[in-house]
């Protein structure tokens, strides 16, 4: 089971109308404007935070269980996500969840071993 990050909300839809509301009527809707995309803009870096946390959980998993460095968990995190079609955050997200018990999706453990052998591979050359 896929885990989506867990995401804070900054402002719901009600209080962004009652903003433009009160701000246009004050007759400021450049300042609205600007609020509005700041909020938005800080919406998206807690996401990417958040995302960024359980990846870098998953990439020190991958270098323990791996003995490898972080950049070539990096890799091998990647090449899961790319071949799974499946975002990075979501790999990451199986891959922390497994640590609680949970078990790692079939198609995630078969591309993990294949990375892995590839990555390996790789490293004979």
Known sequence: MMHA????QVTTPHEDQ??????????DTALAAEV?????????L????????VI?????????LT???SARAWDLLVDVSQHCNVKLRD?????VATAKGEALPEQLQEELRRALRRAHAAERR
């Not at 509005?36 to 998206?44: G, N, S, V």
């Not at 870098?56 to 323990?64: E, H, L, P």
């Not at 790999?91 to 891959?95: F, K, S």
């Open 5 to 8: 990050v867990d995401v804070v």
């Open 91 to 95: 790999v990451a997200a199986a891959l």
């Open 56 to 64: 870098d959980q998953a990439r020190g998993m991958v270098m323990a």
């Open 18 to 27: 009652l903003l433009l509301t009160v701000v246009a009527s004050a007759g």
């Open 36 to 44: 509005l995309e700041l909020r938005a803009i800080t919406a998206q």
């Open 67 to 69: 003995p490898c460095s």
């Open 46 to 53: 807690r996401r990417a935070l958040a995302s960024r946390a």
